[in-house]
Structures are given as structure tokens and as C-alpha cells.
């Protein structure tokens, strides 16, 4: 299991697997942050995509590179929403989607599915299995992160099944660490919306 992990780096150049170390401590920094409803879930998070933007396209990763690109955007308007959001007293709180949104969340996976596939189909990249399976997370974390900047509770939801989803394919890719990283992600997702699902429970007895 060491190996399988290790050998996808014996070619790679010392600075390159230096910049996806960084990723890896930053993105779950990001996710740590995001699960104590820290403000610093934006910049830690933003470090850690717009260095996977470039890695992902060395890689030619095209699906993974423009989700990366859209989290680095969200991470701003995040940022923004976040910081401003709420009352005078209090940021924006944790809520649950209205109807409205659950909607728009579909929406946002549907149209990010055919967008990667229309992209991938434009710079002629061949479509193989494991695209498919990148489009379908990249709809999912699409979502999960409009959720997340919004602070709705579901977005745990979507970050959980997209994690699951994308362990083993960064595993078959090679990316070692990135794999590790989700496995990581994937217990923070959880234990986050826990604590997400306490803090909506508390405030509906008062």
C-alpha cells in the first residue's frame, strides 16, 4: 500500500510534490477552519486551489483543474459573504436550503457536468472512465461549495459524498497525497456537520 502511494512520486520534481504537500496541509486547514465556522476557511482554502489549479493542470486534469479554479472564486465570494453576511451581533448564521436553493443546487450540478464534458470535448481530450467520474464530482463539490459559502448545513452532505467519490480516483491517478487528503477530508466532513447539526439544534430551543 506504501508503495502504490509512493511510486507515483519517484519521477516527479522535489518542488512539485513540495506544492502538493502544501495543498495537503492547507486544504485541511481549510476544511478544519470551516468546520469551527472560521472565517479562515477562505484564505487557507484559497492557498490551497490555486495551487492544485496549476498541478492539476500539469497533470492534465481538466475537470479537477476547473473546480479548483471555481473554489478559488467561491473562496473570495465566501470570503465576502462570510465576513458580511449577518446582523451587526452576529456573521451569517447556519441555516438549511429553502426550496429555492435545493434547486439551484441541482441546477449547479447539472449544468457543471456538461460544462467539464463540453470542455473536455473542446481541447480534444479523450473521455475515459474516470473523467465521467470527475464530472460527477466536480457537479457535487460545485454545489457543496455554493452551500458553503452560504453557510447551509447541507453542504457537509455534498462534501461527504464527493470525498468518498474522489478517494479512490485520486488513488488510481496516482496522487497519493491528495487521496490522503480526502480520506482526511471525509472524517472532518462528517464531524463538522455533527457539530453544524448541534449548533442548528441549540438555536431552534431557544
Same mark, same amino acid.
Given at each position: 500500500?506504501?508503495?502504490?502511494?509512493?511510486?507515483?512520486?519517484?519521477?516527479?520534481?522535489?518542488?512539485?510534490? &513540495?506544492? #502538493?504537500?502544501?495543498?495537503?496541509?492547507?486544504?485541511?486547514?481549510?476544511?478544519? @477552519?470551516?468546520?469551527?465556522?472560521?472565517?479562515?476557511?477562505?484564505?487557507?482554502?484559497? $492557498?490551497?486551489?490555486?495551487?492544485?489549479?496549476?498541478?492539476?493542470?500539469?497533470?492534465?486534469?481538466?475537470?479537477? +483543474?476547473?473546480?479548483? &479554479?471555481? @473554489?478559488? /472564486?467561491?473562496?473570495?465570494?465566501?470570503w465576502y459573504v462570510w465576513a458580511k453576511g449577518g446582523t451587526v451581533e452576529e456573521n451569517l448564521p447556519i441555516t438549511r436550503t429553502t426550496f429555492n436553493e435545493k434547486i439551484i443546487g441541482i441546477l449547479l450540478f447539472i449544468v457543471t457536468v456538461f460544462v467539464v464534458f463540453g470542455i473536455y470535448k473542446y481541447f480534444?481530450?479523450? $473521455?475515459?472512465?474516470?473523467?465521467?467520474?470527475?464530472?460527477?464530482?466536480?457537479?457535487?463539490? @460545485?454545489?457543496?461549495?455554493?452551500?458553503?459559502? !452560504?453557510?447551509?448545513?447541507?453542504?457537509?452532505?455534498?462534501?461527504? /459524498?464527493?470525498?468518498?467519490?474522489?478517494?479512490?480516483?485520486?488513488?488510481? !491517478?496516482?496522487?497519493? +497525497?491528495?487521496?490522503?487528503?480526502?480520506?482526511?477530508?471525509?472524517?472532518?466532513? $462528517? &464531524?463538522?456537520?455533527? #457539530?453544524? !447539526?448541534?449548533?442548528?439544534?441549540?438555536?431552534?430551543?431557544?
Open positions: 500500500m506504501i508503495d502504490f502511494f509512493l511510486d507515483s512520486y519517484k519521477n516527479a520534481p522535489l518542488w512539485h510534490i &513540495a506544492l #502538493e504537500f502544501l495543498v495537503f496541509v492547507f486544504g485541511i486547514l481549510s476544511v478544519w @477552519f470551516a468546520k469551527k465556522e472560521n472565517i479562515w476557511v477562505y484564505p487557507t482554502g484559497l $492557498i490551497a486551489t490555486v495551487i492544485s489549479v496549476y498541478l492539476l493542470y500539469v497533470a492534465g486534469y481538466i475537470g479537477d +483543474m476547473i473546480i479548483n &479554479a471555481y @473554489f478559488s /472564486i467561491m473562496s473570495i465570494y465566501g480534444g481530450y479523450e $473521455i475515459k472512465a474516470d473523467n465521467y467520474v470527475d464530472m460527477i464530482s466536480s457537479g457535487i463539490f @460545485f454545489a457543496g461549495m455554493w452551500y458553503m459559502a !452560504r453557510k447551509k448545513i447541507e453542504n457537509w452532505t455534498l462534501w461527504i /459524498i464527493g470525498d468518498i467519490i474522489v478517494v479512490p480516483l485520486y488513488a488510481y !491517478r496516482g496522487l497519493g +497525497m491528495l487521496s490522503l487528503q480526502y480520506i482526511i477530508f471525509t472524517i472532518l466532513a $462528517i &464531524a463538522a456537520y455533527l #457539530e453544524w !447539526r448541534k449548533i442548528l439544534d441549540s438555536k431552534k430551543q431557544l
